[in-house]
């Protein structure tokens, strides 16, 4: 009954925490209940609690995505995201069967970190589902990302739900107990403090005015009709020139606004143009390239004299939904702007890779097309925040059936509007540009080789040390054993 409440309680606070849920403090809290009694499980007990929690996670991107993607596609999902930290969790269930309290937060800590990070490498949804995304918010803690990437906030964010359980496990013994929270204590305030010091820097002076434009109801993206697309091309080029009065350097529309088809989009590009033109401004637009033998997700980007300065094809493609297209391989710089600006589409926000890229490339605003899925608005926007957090660049973020946002290189968002189905939506926002570049766009993923010697050292300290009893090391550590009344 211990292990059932543990995996309801852990797998509910996964749920709270993940996905289209987004309490934060839920995600510090969430793996402490199923800690408290993994170590004293028999294995094959305790890889089914571990999976049936993390299942409780995974259930946020179902409901996410529910009725938007095939259920094929749904049911894999489940044990994808669950199985990999099962995996984890077990290989830390052997360490902490054997070392001290210590060794043991740091353990999970590590191992969990490792995992999201190994999966991060092999999935083609790339960073999708990582526990940091929970503390997008977060200003203090996110900025970590400038130093880490992900793998840090992730890391911190694991350690403190370890240190819980430890805590918990050793209740009787007060000095391991102050030790365990003295590490955690430690690396959570070395956080804080980083987060506000980064935060009350002198950011660039250079400010940049930007406009977003979305209409979910006059989007068409799969339209056969060249009418019709020079419609709606022409209905985006009026609301964009009603925005750009507000004497704005940039404009984004959003990803695959509009079909265009071959020999039909030469009038949809004229009337865009023709609006970067008139009024001076560089503007971003998504096209869904189709009626050929390989279709294209293309951003177009018009410079202020009119002209085609960049078209850029999508690098990171969504599975099963967009195959055939051709996939992207270079990244989209803009010549000739106020301020570097670099193109990327939706999904390839996803990438921290493609993100330090354009960072060593010198951009300073990443002017982004995207298209979402309703309800997971507020992760997919934050995600891109998280990419100008790690790459020291701001976000302009146009989404259809999402959120339309600005974002700075802090991972503040200075201007944010959802879409409405039934209109048009319109944003307007000046941000700071960024100053292209932090240490671990230079560096790259440097911490999760940290993390792996981390992961490493606890396994050997784990070896030269005798398995404690099903309740774990310490004397403070009871099983549910310890605590029945002797046979009289």
């Not at 005798?466 to 549910?480: C, E, K, L, M, Y």
Request: aromatic share 8%.
């Amino acid at each position: 009954m211990d292990a059932v409440l543990a995996v309801l309680f852990s797998g509910a606070m996964w749920y709270g925490s993940a996905g289209i849920n987004h309490v934060w403090p839920l995600a510090w809290l969430a793996p402490a209940p199923l800690l408290i009694v993994l170590p004293g499980l028999k294995p094959w007990r305790a890889a089914l609690a571990a999976f049936a929690a993390a299942c409780g996670g995974a259930a946020s991107f179902v409901v996410a995505y529910w009725g938007a993607m095939p259920l094929w596609m749904l049911a894999l999902m489940v044990p994808a995201m669950a199985a990999p930290y099962a995996a984890a969790a077990m290989g830390w269930r052997a360490v902490a069967r054997r070392s001290g309290p210590v060794v043991t937060a740091l353990a999970y800590a590590a191992f969990v970190t490792l995992e999201e990070w190994l999966v991060a490498q092999l999935s083609p949804n790339g960073t999708f589902g990582s526990v940091a995304y929970s503390q997008a918010d977060v200003l203090a803690v996110i900025q970590l990302g400038s130093l880490t990437g992900l793998a840090g906030i992730t890391f911190v964010v694991a350690l403190v739900g370890a240190t819980l359980a430890v805590m918990w496990r050793e209740r009787d013994s007060r000095s391991t107990r102050e030790a365990a929270l003295g590490v955690a204590a430690l690396l959570v305030a070395a956080t804080l403090v980083y987060g506000d010091l980064r935060l009350a820097a002198a950011a660039p002076a250079r400010v940049v005015r930007i406009g977003l434009v979305a209409s979910d109801s006059a989007n068409r993206p799969f339209t056969t009709d060249g009418t019709e697309a020079l419609r709606v091309a022409r209905g985006y080029a009026a609301r964009a020139s009603l925005l750009a009065e507000r004497d704005l350097q940039f404009i984004v529309l959003p990803e695959k606004f509009v079909a265009a088809l071959p020999g039909d989009d030469y009038g949809a590009r004229v009337a865009l143009a023709s609006v970067a033109r008139r009024w001076r401004l560089t503007l971003a637009a998504g096209f869904n390239v189709t009626g050929r033998a390989q279709p294209r997700n293309l951003a177009v980007v018009f410079g202020p004299d009119g002209r085609t300065l960049l078209e850029y094809d999508k690098v990171h493609l969504v599975p099963g939904l967009e195959r055939g297209y051709a996939r992207g391989a270079l990244i989209g710089v803009v010549p000739d702007t106020a301020v570097t600006a670099g193109v990327a589409i939706c999904k390839d926000m996803d990438f921290p890779a493609l993100g330090r890229t354009y960072a060593r490339a010198g951009v300073q605003l990443m002017l982004v097309p995207a298209w979402d899925f309703g309800r997971d608005a507020w992760l997919h926007s934050r995600m891109a925040v998280l990419r100008g957090v790690e790459g020291g660049f701001a976000v302009a973020r146009s989404a259809s059936d999402g959120l339309l946002t600005v974002s700075d290189a802090r991972g503040r968002v200075v201007a944010e509007r959802a879409t409405d189905a039934a209109g048009e939506v319109l944003v307007a926002g000046a941000v700071r540009a960024g100053p292209a570049g932090t240490f671990y766009s230079r560096t790259g993923d440097w911490f999760a080789a940290v993390v792996t010697l981390v992961a490493v050292l606890c396994v050997l300290d784990a070896r030269r040390r005798p398995v404690a009893g099903p309740g774990g090391p310490g004397a403070g550590q009871r099983s549910t054993l310890d605590r029945q009344p002797l046979p009289r």
